[in-house]
């Protein structure tokens, strides 16, 4: 063993340890949640289709707001923290259309409820 | 190369220590608090599965693996973001539970709504059924009341048909005043006012025809022949005018419809000189006067 040769792996443990770090760490060698975003939008517009707005307005304003963030962590090359906002934008906006779907379900039952009442009273008329 | 290998070993050590090292530092173990990041997670859970729409709903075990991830986080920043997204998947299980349960009471209440609707038919068709029964039992009344009323009236007419023949037999004849008809000097016993049994028949006729027209009144007037005082033949004429009268009163002719009269031996038919014309002329003629007139 030459001390040449000791000296050439020392030296190559700097950059294995460095890289190390960075796989593990915190953060900047996550790409872009570009996947993730686009979910998020697709489930937002879905949301609003179902007429989200009238029925969950916080939750499809909740959502709205964390895809912007998303949005403006990915411009500043925040990727992990563009990752949590885009997967809390999207379970906003999929809690904003379940409960528009819940409300329109609940009317829907309670209109076909109306209309026997209406169609008793005419009938026993 | 024995050299080298082991050089090549030692850099393996070096660079799992490294890895080791590494990872204690970003791990950080325990969150302390824990409970606290978790609190609206674990209660959103509680109480979507306290919720009797979840049962079966998927969406639960989503929520439930999304509460065990959060657990497990290995730092407070994780555990938060993961508890966010098992609440959020708590509250949708519930929303999508109360969807599910909104639909299955509407399917329900679309069977109530056909069970109302072939009830109601159901009651139009019988109450249609019975309407019908009605005018079908009110048309059989009113059919057999129209056959009863034909029958009466043909009976009627045919009784009216046979009188006028019976009339007819009588040789009635027809005048200004009504229809008049002439019992012969035969029905009665010589010199007296007695009918004979002869005469029954003819008097029944005008008294069967009499009550079928009860708004016809009759003349009854008696003749005789020339023989005899005249006085005595107005007595006669008279007393048998009045038998007549009273056979048909007896028949059951009201009184005040007829009117008996002697007229003696002043309005002959016949020549007295022969014995022929003078039967013809002993004689008692009944006038069945026209409806409505009065008796004089």
């Known amino acids: 063993m030459t001390t040449k040769t000791i000296a050439i792996y020392s030296w190559m443990s700097v950059p294995v340890l460095a890289g190390t770090l960075l796989m593990t760490g915190c953060g900047n060698a996550v790409k872009p949640p570009t996947d993730k975003v686009a979910n998020a939008e697709m489930a937002i517009s879905r949301a609003q289709d179902g007429n989200a707005k009238a029925y969950a307005p916080i939750e499809i304003r909740q959502a709205e707001d964390n895809l912007q963030k998303a949005k403006a962590a990915i411009q500043a090359e925040e990727n992990e923290q563009a990752k949590y906002f885009a997967e809390k934008a999207l379970l906003d906006a999929t809690l904003a259309e379940s409960k528009a779907e819940s409300e329109t379900a609940r009317q829907a039952a309670t209109e076909m409820r109306e209309s026997i009442e209406t169609l008793r009273q005419e009938t026993n008329r | ?296």
């Open chain 2, 1 to 296: 190369m024995m050299i080298n290998t082991g050089i090549h070993q030692t850099f393996i050590k070096t660079l799992a220590f490294t890895m080791t090292v590494s990872g204690l530092i970003v791990g950080c173990g325990g969150v302390p608090e824990k409970d606290i990041i978790l609190k609206d997670a674990r209660d959103a859970y509680a109480e979507a599965k306290a919720n009797p729409d979840t049962t079966n709903v998927e969406a639960m075990y989503d929520a439930k693996k999304a509460l065990e991830k959060a657990e497990q986080a290995q730092d407070a920043e994780k555990m938060t973001h993961l508890a966010y997204l098992a609440q959020r998947q708590s509250q949708i299980a519930v929303a999508v539970g109360k969807r599910k349960a909104a639909e299955t009471q509407r399917q329900r209440l679309v069977k109530d709504k056909n069970r109302v609707l072939i009830d109601a038919r159901e009651r139009q068709v019988a109450a249609k059924s019975r309407e019908l029964e009605m005018a079908t039992s009110q048309a059989r009344r009113t059919r057999s009341q129209l056959l009863a009323e034909q029958a009466k009236t043909q009976q009627l007419q045919s009784q009216t048909q046979q009188l006028q023949k019976q009339l007819a037999e009588l040789k009635g004849r027809q005048t200004a005043r009504g229809l008049v008809l002439t019992l012969g000097d035969v029905l009665f016993e010589t010199g007296k006012a007695n009918l004979l049994s002869g005469a029954t028949r003819n008097i029944g006729s005008v008294a069967a025809f009499l009550r079928q027209n009860p708004n016809r009144n009759v003349l009854v007037e008696g003749h005789t022949d020339n023989r005899g005082s005249e006085e005595y033949n107005l007595g006669l004429s008279q007393r048998r005018a009045d038998s007549v009268r009273f056979a048909l009163i007896r028949s059951g002719i009201a009184s005040n419809r007829i009117l008996a009269r002697g007229i003696g031996e002043n309005r002959s038919i016949a020549s007295n000189s022969t014995e022929t014309g003078r039967q013809q002329n002993r004689r008692v003629e009944i006038t069945i006067l026209n409806e409505g007139e009065i008796l004089r």
